[in-house]
């Protein structure tokens, strides 16, 4: 990885309340290169979201956040979880853009999504107005558009699913971010408009040098399109490392579990999710969270949170016994 875009370190979510803070994710650290494309998969629940939010501060009132996310900047860099309020509203849409899961939760039902993205463009060319149309026309045909003005003047409500995920990929992207953050952008999708959409992350990394965190539990997407991949569980990094190597060699059971599914698809028989708890886990502080799930879990697991361990080749993992 040459130049970083991101640099996450050792960052923690924790939701107070009254009797007991409860963690969301803990001590997530990685590194998004600029122009790559960094996937962070795993099954529902285990904090994704929240940690994509939470670099842009989108979080609850009763959360409390800890550790270091570096932005890279051409001239400065600045800590994204120590900024404040006012620097972050500077960085949300201009620096780092994003795509939320639910594209109509990030939209107003009553402007039209020409007015809508015309408020998203730089200032400079919101304040001219034949600039303005221009530019909004361009990233339009660039997301793959065809009747602009029909687009231009309709409201979210008028669209189609597939449409309105595309308005909401150019609301984060006009204002010219170097980071995307796409959290789940394909779920609600078809096979086309999926396909059309990947091919746009590609464009927009190798176009305007993008750097994209996408969030996604479709594995074989990640496996086909991303560089790096980001394994969480349970609100923690089981492993992290590129494509290349960790499809050949995984080094953690969770990891290996999830490309086993992804094999079953094309099995005969049809997918074979991951067992739930095989032996039930009572008690997870100081063992390891997947320990319950685990088919290679033993006394150790259930005792000792493993540590962090990584290769030369930058792979990282977290098991006491990783896969050879
Ligand atoms: S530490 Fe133990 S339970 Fe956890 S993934 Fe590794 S082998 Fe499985």
């Known amino acids: 990885m040459d130049r970083l875009a991101l640099d996450v370190r050792n960052l923690s979510l924790f939701i ?14 990685f590194c998004l290169g600029v122009s790559s494309l960094l996937a962070i998969v795993g099954e529902s629940g285990g904090g994704k979201s929240l940690l994509c939010k939470s670099l842009l501060k989108l979080t609850p009132a009763n959360a409390r956040l800890s550790g270091s996310a570096i932005l890279s900047g051409l001239q400065t860099s600045i800590d ?16 780092i853009g994003m795509i939320f899961q639910e594209p109509a939760s990030s939209m107003n039902p009553v402007m039209t999504c020409g007015e809508q993205i015309c408020d998203a463009l730089p200032k400079a060319v919101r304040a001219d107005k034949i600039l303005a149309r221009r530019k909004i026309a361009e990233i339009l045909e660039f997301v793959g558009f065809k009747d602009l003005n029909r687009i231009v003047r309709s409201y979210p409500h008028e669209l189609s699913g597939g449409m309105l995920q595309k308005v909401a990929t150019v609301l984060a992207i006009a204002g010219e971010p170097s980071i995307l953050i796409a959290d789940e952008p394909s779920t609600a999708l078809d096979a086309v408009n999926r396909f059309e959409l990947m091919e746009l992350f590609q464009r927009l990394r190798n176009e305007f040098g993008m750097s994209i965190l996408w969030v996604t539990h479709e594995l074989h997407s990640a496996l ?9 569980y349970a609100g923690n990094v089981m492993e992290s490392g590129s494509v290349a190597e960790i499809a050949e060699h995984p080094k953690h059971p969770y990891t290996k579990a999830l490309l086993d599914v992804e094999k079953s698809f094309r099995e005969p028989g049809g997918p074979r999710p ?3 708890e095989i032996l039930p886990t009572k008690k997870r502080d100081g063992g390891c969270v997947f320990a319950g799930r685990c088919e290679f879990t033993k006394p150790i697991c259930r005792n000792k949170n493993p540590k962090w361990e990584s290769n030369e080749s930058r792979q990282g993992w977290r098991c006491h016994f990783p896969l050879k």
């Open 16 to 29: 107070q309340s009254e009797s007991v803070d409860k963690a969301i994710f803990e001590d997530v650290s």
């Open 80 to 95: 994204l979880i120590s900024c404040s309020e006012s620097e972050m509203e500077a960085i949300r849409g201009s620096r």
């Open 224 to 232: 086909t399109c991303a560089d790096g991949l980001l394994v969480m």
């Open 274 to 276: 991951i067992p739930e």
